[in-house]
Each structure stands twice: as structure tokens, then as C-alpha cells.
């Protein structure tokens, strides 16, 4: 029997390992240059995993591509040239095949995910939602509705792909992260991710860091005296890194509770330890900044990165910007749920913006995988609610040096908004819609 007990797919997953996909994989190469050995597949296979142990160190588990390098390399020295042939052409395939697939697309390059953007880019035009000329077309239409329901599809269905990887991962994982920059739709991710798991026998606990703030009054501030809640150095990573140790031993932890209306945090609040079998479920701006889960091996840890990777082209050719969407976003929550004057959103987004692209983007690369929350439909919204808030911040902050950014980014906006046609009534926005988190009249409990 072999002691290879697991291997580690190209999704990250980790499943257990299986001599006989390797004989499979060998016969099917073997079958489309004209062989039917299966015994010659057998003995191949045999070969393989024997040169496998051999090489692997204690207690390493072999990547497919390890695996598939050793397949290639002991075909040819049993002197199978064409099917050695056939079973690389069929690797170079199948990494073709990936490119296409979402499911293995979502890994990010170079801290811009391109194979995602790709592919959210193809459904843009197989959708005719791709510029705003189109949108608008289509509104014009009065396929508002359709377009919400088609939207919405693609996110459920990148939820689904990434509840079944998780799934997967199961016997190992200790929590699950869902991290991104702000306003990205984390929170309803991870309510619905939650709900899907949970369906499939999976059992959570949240841990809420924002409960890891340092006290206020030690809190870093931006040029203009605002509190930067963005940094990760706002949080006790070293609590967080202790806690998540402990509770990932089966240990009892004591989290602390930090009041957002005094600005202090309580050590030792409340208890919490996970039971048998279950998983933390980490809602965070920050999961991915390697300090604060430092502790934690790689394997014990699901990343999920949300970013609303909309690929819309205005009118001057140019993509809508991302941070753009997400500051939209932040301005209405902000203003709805925390009375918080979105022109201060505005003015504070630069802070913001510079400290996600310090200490978030970069990271987006460990992820597992990736969401787009993105919502096409969003735009023709935020049209009929804020088309004239950014007009007015155009004029008022033209020719001030202080207030550059902020004059740029209400120009830009204003450009994009003034340019799609509006759509007041969001109504066939689903009740448990991402966009729900942002507009209001979510059935979801925040």
C-alpha cells in the first residue's frame, strides 16, 4: 500500500491521492495513439507512485503537476515516446480547458487577476453588457429585470463553486477567510457562503476582528485628522495570531469586544471555542496580510478574495473603475446605516485607497479563489441616487490642490453616471442581493 495519502490539485484543494487516476490517465494516452494495455498502464502508474515515494520528503504532499512531471519522465524511459507525446498534449489541453473554466480561472497574477478578469469580461459580451452604450440599449428596452436576474446568476454561481471547494477541503480546514478591500460585498458573502455550507452538513463559527481594534486614541490618522480604520496595524495582530492558534487547537479563547461608540476595546469579553468539526468563518479587510494569520499553516486556511471586477467600457473608451464602484457603494451604506456623510466618504477615499493598495491588493495572490461582486445594473442605480451629489462635488472641489483626488475621482464619476440611463425603481433587485448590503432593504440580518 502506498504511503502517499493526499495530493494537492491546481485549485489548492488538497484530496486524497489515487494510484489509479494515475493508471487512467496513462491508458487514456495510450488509447488515443492506438494502445489498449491496461496492464502496461498499471505497471506505469506503479512505477510512478514507487519513484514518488523514493523522492518525496516526509510528510510532503506531491502537487498534480509533480505527479503529471514524473508520469512524462517515466513514459519516455520505458520507451513510450508517443504516448508520452499524447499525455503532454493532453496537460497542455487541459491548461488551455482551465483558462476557460471558472472554477480554476480565479487564482490571481501579479495582484490582477486576469484569468478572472477574462472570463467576467467574456460573460460582458456574451450579455451585451460590456460597454455602457450596450447597458444602455438594453434599458432602453426595459430589460432592467433580465439584466439584474442574469447578474445576479454569476455571482450565485461563483458562491456555488467556491461552497464546493470548501467542501472539499473539509477534513483539513480550520477557517475560512473572505477578504477584500472595502465595500467589496464581503459580508453578504459570507452570510450566503455560510448558508451554503451549512446546507451541506458544514458546521461555522463566526469571529468578528473588528473586535481587535486598538483603542482609538491610538489609532493612526491621515493628513486631515481622520481615523484610519483601513491599516492593518489598527488591529492586535498579535492577539489575533494567538486566538486563532488557540481556538484552530480546540482551545477555549476569551475575544475582546470593541465599542464603536467610545472608541474602546474590552479584553477578555467573551468565550468561544469551535466545536468538534467546525470551522471559523473570518469576515476581514484583512485576511490575506500574511501577519495576521502568520501562525496558521497554509493548509488549515481557505482564502476567499472578493473584488467587484466590473468590464464595462464608458464612453471614452476606458474601463470603469473598481474603486470607483466600491466608493459608490461605501457612500450610500455609510450614509444609511452609520450617518456618515458620504461627501466625507469622498474626501477620505484616497486614505482608504492607498492603504488597500499597501496592504490588501498586493496580497490577493494567496488567495484560493476569487468572487466578482460586481453587478452591471449597479451603475443605472447609482445614476438616479447620486448623478447630481458628484456634479456638485465636480464644481465645489474644481482648482483646489488639497482636494485633488477627491476632484478627480468626482469628475470621473460623474462622467461614467451622467452617461447611463437611469433606473430608479430597485425593486427587481433580489431581497438577498450583494448590492442589497449597499442600497438597503436587505433580508439579511448584519
Known amino acids: 500500500m502506498s504511503i502517499l495519502a493526499q495530493v494537492v490539485k491546481r485549485s489548492g484543494a488538497v484530496v486524497p491521492f489515487s494510484r489509479d487516476r494515475i493508471m487512467n490517465a496513462i491508458y487514456r494516452a495510450a488509447v488515443a495513439v492506438g494502445g489498449r494495455n491496461r496492464d502496461k498502464a498499471g505497471q506505469i502508474a506503479d512505477q510512478v507512485v514507487q519513484r514518488l515515494e523514493e523522492t518525496c520528503p516526509a510528510g510532503h504532499i506531491p502537487h498534480i503537476e509533480e505527479i503529471q512531471d514524473i508520469v512524462e519522465k517515466t513514459l519516455i524511459e520505458n520507451g513510450h515516446a508517443k504516448v508520452a507525446k499524447e499525455y503532454i498534449l493532453y496537460r497542455a489541453e487541459r491548461k488551455r480547458r482551465r483558462q476557460k473554466d471558472k472554477r480554476f480561472s480565479s487564482r490571481p497574477s501579479d495582484n490582477i487577476p486576469w484569468s478572472k478578469i477574462w472570463h ?252 466578482n461582486s460586481a453587478m452591471p445594473y449597479e451603475l443605472a442605480l447609482y445614476r438616479a441616487r447620486m448623478l447630481e451629489l458628484f456634479a456638485t462635488w465636480e464644481q465645489e472641489y474644481r482648482g483646489n490642490q488639497l482636494r485633488e483626488d477627491a476632484y478627480r475621482r468626482a469628475a470621473r464619476i460623474h462622467a461614467v453616471l451622467k452617461s447611463v440611463e437611469p433606473v430608479a425603481d430597485d425593486a427587481a433587485v433580489p431581497a438577498d442581493s450583494v448590492l442589497r448590503e449597499f442600497i438597503g432593504g436587505s433580508c439579511l440580518h448584519y
Open 120 to 371: 467576467v469580461l467574456d460573460w460582458a459580451v456574451d450579455h451585451n453588457l460590456h460597454t455602457i452604450a450596450a447597458l444602455n440599449t438594453r434599458l432602453v428596452k426595459g430589460e432592467f429585470a433580465q439584466i439584474v436576474q442574469e447578474s445576479e446568476s454569476a455571482y450565485e454561481e461563483d458562491l456555488d463553486t467556491v461552497a464546493d471547494a470548501i467542501a472539499e477541503r473539509q477534513r483539513e480546514l480550520k477557517m475560512v477567510m473572505i477578504c477584500g478591500p472595502s465595500s467589496s460585498g464581503k459580508t453578504t458573502t459570507t452570510i450566503k457562503l455560510e448558508q451554503r455550507l451549512q446546507r451541506m452538513g458544514l458546521k461555522f463559527t463566526a469571529l468578528n476582528v473588528d473586535n481587535y481594534f486598538f483603542n482609538l486614541d491610538v489609532h493612526p490618522k491621515d493628513e486631515f485628522g481622520d481615523y484610519d480604520f483601513e491599516t492593518p496595524q489598527a488591529l492586535d495582530l498579535a492577539l489575533i495570531n494567538e486566538h486563532l492558534e488557540q481556538l484552530s487547537d480546540g482551545k477555549e479563547v476569551a475575544i475582546p469586544f470593541y465599542n464603536f461608540k467610545t472608541g474602546v476595546r474590552q479584553l477578555n469579553h467573551t468565550p468561544m471555542q469551535l466545536a468538534d468539526k467546525a470551522i471559523l468563518l473570518i469576515d476581514s479587510l484583512h485576511g490575506l496580510y500574511p501577519p495576521m494569520s502568520e501562525s496558521i499553516s497554509s493548509e488549515k486556511k481557505f482564502k476567499l478574495y472578493l473584488e467587484p471586477l466590473l468590464q464595462i467600457k464608458s464612453a471614452d473608451g476606458h474601463y470603469v473603475r473598481w474603486t470607483d464602484i466600491r466608493m459608490i457603494r461605501r457612500m450610500l451604506r455609510d450614509s444609511v446605516q452609520r450617518s456618515y456623510n458620504p461627501q466625507q466618504t469622498l474626501e477620505h477615499w484616497h486614505y482608504v485607497r492607498t492603504s488597500e493598495l499597501r496592504n490588501i491588493i498586493p496580497y490577493s495572490n494567496a488567495a484560493d479563489y476569487i468572487i
